[in-house]
């Protein structure tokens, strides 16, 4: 028998570790807020809230809880899903993109949302020289 809680952790930081390597960014497990408050479960990519998912069937409800924790941060929500024996995947709203596209939700394999992800860190690096010139 699988606990679910070692997989769920395991997920996390199977993501935790893609995200630092493939972004560069220090990104970390939100294990106590999500005891506490249930939280993001990885905190440090600025802009983004994150919910990780590592079961052998879809839910709905991962989408809701995800936007609810974003909602309450102000972030932009992901949720990054691995159903087993499957590739990671991820859900976002399709106005995560820009003004003017709508709520509704969009899925790609998860190496289409780092491009998304790294190019919204390009923007912002890019916003920051021209602040400070």
């Not at 949720?79 to 709520?103: E, F, N, Q, S, T």
């Amino acid at each position: 028998m699988i606990n679910s809680r070692s997989k769920g952790k395991a997920g996390e930081l199977e993501i935790v570790h893609l995200l630092r390597q493939e972004l560069g960014v220090d990104v970390t497990r939100n294990w106590r807020e999500q005891a506490a408050v249930g939280g993001a479960d990885i905190i440090g990519l600025p802009g983004w809230s994150i919910e990780v998912k590592r079961q052998k069937r879809f839910s709905p409800a991962w989408w809701t809880q995800a936007a609810e924790q974003a909602a309450r941060s102000g972030d932009k929500a992901a949720l990054l899903y691995r159903l087993d024996r499957k590739p990671w995947m991820a859900r976002i709203c399709i106005c995560a993109l820009g003004r003017g596209y709508g709520h509704f939700q969009i899925e790609m394999d998860i190496n289409d949302w780092l491009t998304i992800v790294r190019e919204h860190i390009d923007e912002n690096v890019s916003s920051l020289r021209k602040d400070c010139a």
